[in-house]
């Protein structure tokens, strides 16, 4: 299926600015579903999988995903087509990220607030998404934490129901019974606005450096960014 633009439809997003990922979202470090634990304080690393309905300028896009995200800075999503093979994947380590196409064995680096920007729409921090993630953002107060710039605000219990930076814009719909972990939240930038839901989500798992590793580049061939491009419009 093809949209008019010629593009196949799982690809759209990368046709404008922000560049949404409307596939279904397989990481394969992560087998099975995870459970949903109340976090423990200071949560070093989250995982667990998701849906987002998302719409930008010229888009209207739905899809599953799934996701690591571990202190200090490391984060990797696993990205699949309609026919549940692998498309590419996304890393990140601290300001440093790739984006690799297992099926034509091809990379990119780029730097980890652009790729992140063109996954979610806006430039968070892979920290920053897992306390997004985990409910547990620092600072007690409304207009406490979270880094320059955020201003949050929080409920009768503490939780973070909204946050706001640099015109991005969440808001918490829903938590998981009994904790401050978000299982739905809304956010919006201009242009583009968007909703996820966590369907499981699991806190401090054990450490598997294999989930980050890096070696994959010895047989792949680094491309520019905009090369990368070209080859996802292209893939059937």
């Known amino acids: 299926m093809r949209a008019p633009n010629g593009l196949p439809v799982f690809l759209r997003p990368f046709r404008s600015k922000p560049l949404w990922l409307p596939l279904a979202l397989t990481?394969?470090?992560c087998?099975?579903?995870h459970p949903v634990?109340?976090?423990p304080p200071g949560v070093a690393a989250v995982e667990g999988h998701g849906s987002a309905?998302?719409?930008?300028?010229d888009t209207a896009l739905k899809g599953k995903f799934s996701f690591v995200f571990r202190r200090p800075g490391r984060g990797r999503v696993d990205v699949s087509g309609p026919f549940g093979t692998t498309a590419y994947f996304l890393l990140f380590d601290g300001d440093a990220a790739r984006l690799?196409?297992?099926?034509?064995?091809a990379y990119a680096d780029v730097p980890s607030g652009t790729l992140m920007g063109r996954f979610l729409g806006f430039e968070l921090k892979p920290?920053?998404?897992l306390c997004l993630l985990s409910g547990q953002w620092p600072g007690g107060g409304p207009e406490a934490g979270g880094g320059p710039g955020w201003v949050f605000t929080r409920d009768g219990r503490g939780r973070v129901v909204r946050g706001e930076r640099n015109g991005f814009i969440?808001?918490?719909t829903d938590f998981f019974p009994g904790t401050g972990v978000p299982r739905s939240f809304r956010f919006s930038r201009s242009g583009s606005s968007g909703r996820i839901e966590i369907l499981s989500v699991g806190f401090n798992p054990a450490d598997r450096p294999e989930v980050f590793s890096t070696a994959f580049i010895e047989r792949y061939t680094c491309r520019t960014w905009e090369e990368m491009l070209d080859i996802l419009?292209?893939?059937r």
């Open 233 to 235: 419009r292209n893939e």
């Open 27 to 29: 990481l394969a470090a």
């Open 31 to 33: 087998a099975g579903r």
């Open 170 to 172: 969440f808001e918490v």
């Open 100 to 105: 690799a196409l297992p099926s034509k064995k």
């Open 53 to 57: 309905a998302i719409r930008g300028e």
């Open 37 to 39: 634990l109340d976090p």
């Open 127 to 129: 920290d920053e998404v």
